[in-house]
């Protein structure tokens, strides 16, 4: 079986997916391809000036919710693990 080969359109818009979505893990894994090689790709292109580092205001906005989605499903999950405590203590915390 032969190397496979990508064609540029292809390698820039895995490149702009993963920015988009902020996960070369996660895009490697949707696009078949492995993460060195999406990593490889981000940073040449990086290197030779023709990519944009810059997030659109709607590429910002996206990154700025996941990340307070992340911290509330943390938060979330930190008062169950509480909860789960002290339901189940042994009697020091609640007044029955």
Do not use: C, N, P
């Amino acid at each position: 079986m032969g190397r496979r080969v990508f064609d540029e359109s292809f390698r820039k818009m895995a490149i702009a997916l993963s920015y988009t979505k902020g996960s070369v893990k996660e895009v490697a894994d949707e696009l078949g391809i492995s993460q060195t090689l999406l990593s490889k790709w981000r940073q040449r292109e990086l290197e030779s000036g023709q990519g944009t580092t810059e997030l659109t205001d709607d590429q910002k906005l996206i990154k700025k919710l996941q990340k307070e989605l992340k911290d509330a499903q943390t938060e979330r999950d930190i008062l169950k693990k509480a909860v789960g405590i002290f339901s189940k203590g042994d009697g020091r915390y609640s007044d029955s």
